[in-house]
C-alpha cells in the first residue's frame, strides 16, 4: 500500500537514520572517550543574507558632522538639516524651524539629544521651536525607515538625534579640553558665541558649556508685503509709510543657554546625567 504524500518525509527520515543507529551499536565500547574535551567548530548565527550585525542594519541613514557640519549650522535645528536628503525645515518665524523627515512634522519626527527626548512643546504647536541648539553640537545623526525604532515606535517618519556631548560618554583623556566659537551673520546683525569645557578628575568626567545668539530682523529687498497687496492697500487710501520696507518685521530673536553634565567611569560600566 503506498504511503499517503504527507507522510513521506517522515518515512525518509526513518531510513536515514536507521543506518547511523546501526553502526553506533556495532562500535565496540571504549572507542568512545568521553574524558577528552574536544573543540567543534564555531556556527555563525545571523538574521540578514548580507551577513551584517543589526548596528550596522539599523545605523543612522546619514550623519552630518566636522567640517560639513560647521558649514551648515544655522539658527535653528531645520535650517541646519535643510540641504539633507529628504529633510526640510518648517517655518513659523525666524527662531521657528523643526525639521520635517519625507513629508512628516510634528510628534511624527522624533527630536533627541545624546539619545533622550528634547522634551519641549515643538510637536503639539508649530509655532514653539526645539529646545536643542545646534551651535553646540558634535554632530547630528538623520534616521530614517527602521531605523527609528531603536528610539520608540513613535517617530513614523524620522528621528533626528543630536550629540552635543552634555552627557560624556568616554573620558576625555586629558586634564582639560575645550573649544569656543564666534560667528556674525550680516542679514540680520547675527552674533553668535559659544563656549565648552570637558576635563577628567579620576574616574569622574566633567562638562560646562554656554552659548547666546542675538540677531535683528532680517534685511530685505523692498517691502514686507507683496506688490498686490501694496497696490490694494494703497488704493483704499493707505499711507505708504504704513508699509514695512527693508526688514521684516517681528524676525529678531534672543536665545542664550548652558548645560552641565558628568559621566562617572568604571572597569565595566559607565554612568552619566545633565
Known sequence: ?????????????????????????????????????????????????????????????????????????????????????????????????????????????????????????????????VT???????QIEVLKGPATLLYGSGAIGGAVNVVDGRIPTAPVGRTVSGRAEIRHGSAAGENVGMARLDADAGALTLHVDAFRRDSGDYDIPGFAFSPALVAEELAEGEELEHFARGKLPNSAMQTQGGGLGASWFGERAWFGAS
Open 132 to 138: 536643542i541648539e545646534p551651535f553646540l553640537a558634535d
Open 1 to 129: 500500500m503506498t504511503p499517503s504524500p504527507r507522510f513521506a518525509p517522515l518515512v525518509v527520515a526513518i531510513s536515514l537514520a536507521l543506518p547511523a543507529l546501526a553502526l553506533a551499536d556495532e562500535r565496540p565500547d571504549g572507542d568512545h572517550d568521553h574524558a577528552t574535551p574536544k573543540t567543534l567548530d564555531a556556527v555563525e548565527v545571523t538574521a540578514s543574507p548580507l551577513r551584517n550585525a543589526i548596528d550596522n542594519l539599523a545605523r543612522p541613514v546619514s550623519v552630518l558632522a566636522g567640517q560639513d557640519l560647521d558649514a551648515r549650522k544655522a539658527g535653528t535645528l531645520g535650517e541646519t538639516l535643510d540641504r539633507q536628503g529628504g529633510v526640510q525645515s518648517s517655518y513659523f518665524g525666524a527662531g521657528v524651524g523643526r525639521p520635517i523627515i519625507r513629508g512628516q512634522d510634528g510628534a511624527r519626527v522624533q527630536v533627541l539629544s545624546s539619545g533622550s527626548a528634547s522634551l519641549d512643546v515643538s510637536t503639539v504647536s508649530a509655532d514653539h521651536a
